[in-house]
């Protein structure tokens, strides 16, 4: 049986990580086939698992048979190994998974940008400490976050730079194109400014791009366009 993602439809979001990794594998997977209804049932207060599992959280969930997980990062820890996605040693896994949780923060911190004071309230109502935040975000996070990992692309030798860890794409390496590409979207004019000082990391962006099962999906209609999710662009936030 195929294992099954389940999240919100018409977002690409939290669950883009995870597709990512599904489709650089080529692996079957079903995307929310029972839609938004079969996504409440799993978060609302009164869902008690018939099989025993933890209820989950938040979105992103992946069914795997009669198991449920959730949290990105998490899932990817458990996809990685089957889907080819980690190197070979046993470090190397938990090497892949720090640089997914790193570059997966600045994804939380890109959603603080357009609600920074409380996820219950509009935009519109928290605009001020969203133009703050978001001024620190691209002034001083996305330059520390990018900085980082492009020095991380230096060291790593094993891949001549091409990739994060060892000497093949990783999921981290999924989770960081997803994280940059989000932001090209929300941030367009500070991404680009920090990726032009970047070689290593702009080449990375284009090289994960150009990988022939992700560039088969991105033109796919299973690739959602980014909207009001997680990944979001208002002008004003990036000047
Ligand atoms: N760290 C979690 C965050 C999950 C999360 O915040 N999911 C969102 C959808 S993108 C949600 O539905 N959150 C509900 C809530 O936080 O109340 C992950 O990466 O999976």
Do not use: C
Not at 36 to 62: C, H, Q, R, S, W
Not at 78 to 103: C, H, S
């Amino acid at each position: 049986m195929a294992d099954q993602l389940v999240y919100w439809p018409g977002f690409p979001g939290r669950a883009e990580p995870i597709r990512l990794a599904l489709e650089e594998a080529a692996a079957e997977y079903d995307d929310t086939p029972g839609g938004m209804d079969e996504l409440m049932k799993y978060v609302t207060p009164e869902f008690v698992d018939p099989n025993g599992n933890t209820p989950p959280f938040a979105p992103p969930i992946l069914k795997v048979g009669n198991h449920l997980l959730y949290q990105t990062t998490n899932i990817l820890l458990f996809l990685g190994p089957k889907l080819g996605l980690i190197p070979d040693d046993e470090l190397g896994l938990y090497q892949v998974n720090e640089l997914a949780l790193t570059a997966w923060d600045l994804s939380d911190e890109a959603h603080n940008t357009h609600h920074p004071i409380g996820v219950g309230l509009y935009y519109e109502d928290q605009k001020d400490a969203a133009a703050e935040n978001a001024k620190q975000f691209r002034e001083s996070r996305i330059p520390k976050f990018f900085g980082f990992f492009n020095r991380v692309l230096e060291q790593n030798k094993a891949s001549n730079s091409d990739y994060l860890v060892g000497s093949s794409l990783t999921y981290a390496d999924l989770v960081l194109w997803q994280v940059i590409d989000g932001l090209k979207f929300a941030f367009p004019k500070a991404t680009e400014r920090e990726l032009g000082k970047l070689e290593l990391l702009k080449a990375f962006y284009d090289r994960v791009k150009e990988r022939p099962r992700i560039k088969e999906y991105l033109g796919s209609k299973r690739r959602q366009k980014y909207s009001n999710g997680l990944f979001r662009h208002y002008e004003e936030l990036d000047q």
